[in-house]
């Protein structure tokens, strides 16, 4: 039993990337591979930033971050992390695997993307998703 003072901290999701609600009503489940992710750049904070792009990877039906050049089934583009999600435990464990949720269909403030999305990308949203 731990009886020791345990602090939490909580903060609101930033999701100014979004041009509004539509579409949100209709974004479903998804598994990330964690490990496809760099720290860096998409959880420097411990978690997944909402408005990351994502791919489906081939095998395994897993998602990781869209990228063009990649190999795995993540060259397309499928849509965005509509939450942003923890991978980092309180004691600095990075899961394998978390569960968020995906849009699919929105409109989105370009320039408010934690990571931007190249033409290839936006080619492969069609027009399920609108960028302003």
């Given amino acids: 039993m731990n009886l020791g003072l345990i602090t939490e901290s909580f903060s609101q999701d930033k999701r100014d990337w979004l041009q509004g609600d539509h579409g949100t009503d209709i974004a479903p489940s998804v598994t990330l591979d964690v490990s496809k992710f760099t720290a860096g750049t998409h959880y420097p904070d411990g978690y997944i930033k909402s408005g990351i792009p994502l791919g489906k990877i081939t095998t395994g039906g897993k998602y990781g971050p869209y990228d063009d050049t990649a190999t795995d089934g993540r060259q397309t583009c499928v849509g965005?992390?509509?939450?942003?999600?923890?991978v980092v435990t309180r004691r600095g464990a990075t899961l394998s695997s978390a569960?968020?949720?995906?849009?699919?269909h929105c409109a989105i403030r370009e320039a408010k993307l934690p990571v931007a999305v190249d033409a290839?990308?936006?080619t492969d949203l069609g027009a399920r998703?609108?960028?302003?």
Avoid at 99 to 104: C, I, N, Q
Avoid at 129 to 132: G, M
């Fill in 99 to 104: 569960v968020g949720s995906m849009l699919v």
């Fill in 80 to 86: 965005f992390l509509f939450t942003s999600v923890e």
């Fill in 120 to 122: 290839a990308g936006k």
């Fill in 129 to 132: 998703v609108i960028f302003v």
